[in-house]
């Protein structure tokens, strides 16, 4: 049981970093190359 509430609280702090490094890459990309995503 105590794995399972160590995987609850590194859970949302994995997905916290994992979305803002996705979001800030991804706007990185769009400050780049600003029309990719219209083709």
């Given at each position: 049981m105590a794995d399972?509430?160590?995987f609850?609280?590194?859970a949302?702090?994995?997905l916290i970093l994992f979305s803002s490094f996705f979001l800030?890459?991804?706007i990185e990309i769009n400050?780049?190359?600003p029309d990719i995503?219209?083709?």
């Open positions: 399972f509430t160590k609850l609280t590194t949302p702090v994995a800030a890459l991804f400050r780049f190359f995503l219209t083709f």
